[in-house]
């Protein structure tokens, strides 16, 4: 499988996994600020969504949450940048940063 650049501008996605729990709260912190500003959470489910799903393409998940495809992705992105999942040819997959965030969470 063939992997997009994973670049985050904030250097984010470089690190492989969360280094310390202190970088593990920071990143929910994060995330709970991006679902605040929503009207309904979503960092959590779209975080389950991928690791479910892992290589499907994003016509396919959108409906599964209720999303047109453009402002799916653009939600996917901002988890991108945060490093927690990866743009495979087809589809999306958590990144081991994600992985590990979402085992946290549960």
């Known amino acids: 499988i063939d992997l997009v ?15 310390s729990h202190a970088e593990l709260e920071a990143i929910i912190a994060r995330l709970a600020r991006v679902d605040a500003a929503c009207p309904t959470p979503w960092t959590t489910r779209y975080l389950q969504l991928i690791a479910d799903q892992s290589g499907i393409v994003s016509r396919v998940l959108a409906p599964q949450v209720n999303a047109d495809v453009p402002p799916f992705k653009r939600r996917v992105r901002q988890l991108k940048e945060l490093g ?22 549960r």
Request: no cysteine; charged share 30%; hydrophobic share 35%.
């Open 84 to 105: 927690l999942t990866e743009s495979l040819e087809v589809g999306y997959r958590l990144s081991p940063r994600g992985r590990t965030l979402l085992r946290h969470l």
């Open 5 to 19: 650049d994973q670049r985050a501008p904030d250097g984010f996605a470089e690190l492989d996994e969360v280094a």
